[in-house]
């Protein structure tokens, strides 16, 4: 792949990243709506405990799913700030690193998905494995899942 390949393929793989994120962001404002409408419909019966413990399960799916939307949220502003435009010899955000089985992508964490007929780990930034690749290049090796691993490529 030259350069121009290279870079084509990263904004891919950040559109990609971009469009889970996206309906991760649909799905959980859903939720919420969803949520929210169960505990209005909520009717007070003669029981009144099974309302309110039927009103607060509402409340914690909401408030759940909030915390599910507000994470997307902010992983998909981070996801903004990633430059795929640039040719990377170092592991750091915006970098795509192949290696013989599987391959990283470091822009956020969507964890492992195939693309193309290949397998991409999705990872973030801040991901504990990002860490461990902090200072990798080409030809560098890695212990990850039992196994070793070498970096063929860092674009």
Same mark, same amino acid.
């Given at each position: 792949?030259?350069?121009?390949?290279?870079?084509?393929?990263?904004?891919?793989?950040?559109?990609?990243?971009?469009?889970?994120?996206?309906?991760?962001?649909?799905?959980?404002?859903?939720?919420?709506?969803?949520? /929210?409408?169960?505990?209005?419909?909520?009717?007070?019966?003669? =029981?009144?405990?099974?309302?309110?413990? =039927? %009103?607060?399960?509402?409340?914690?799916? %909401?408030?759940?799913?909030?915390?599910?939307?507000?994470?997307?949220?902010?992983?998909?502003?981070?996801?903004? =700030?990633?430059? =795929?435009?640039?040719?990377?010899?170092?592991?750091?955000?915006?970098?795509?690193?192949?290696?013989?089985?599987?391959?990283?992508?470091?822009?956020?964490?969507?964890?492992? /998905?195939?693309?193309?007929?290949?397998?991409?780990?999705?990872?973030?930034?801040?991901?504990?494995?990002?860490?461990?690749?902090?200072?990798?290049?080409?030809?560098?090796?890695?212990?990850?899942?039992?196994?070793?691993?070498?970096?063929?490529?860092?674009?």
């Amino acid at each position: 792949m030259n350069k121009e390949e290279k870079i084509v393929f990263k904004n891919r793989l950040k559109q990609f990243c971009h469009s889970m994120l996206e309906q991760r962001i649909e799905a959980a404002k859903a939720a919420i709506e969803n949520a /929210q409408q169960s505990a209005n419909n909520e009717e007070k019966s003669s =029981a009144g405990d099974k309302y309110e413990t =039927a %009103r607060a399960m509402s409340h914690l799916e %909401r408030d759940m799913h909030t915390r599910q939307l507000t994470e997307n949220l902010k992983e998909l502003s981070a996801l903004h =700030a990633i430059n =795929a435009e640039t040719i990377y010899d170092h592991v750091t955000g915006g970098a795509f690193l192949k290696c013989a089985d599987i391959s990283f992508f470091i822009a956020t964490g969507l964890g492992k /998905q195939a693309i193309d007929g290949k397998t991409v780990l999705f990872l973030s930034p801040n991901a504990p494995l990002t860490k461990l690749l902090a200072h990798k290049k080409a030809g560098d090796y890695f212990f990850f899942n039992e196994q070793n691993f070498a970096i063929e490529e860092i674009y």
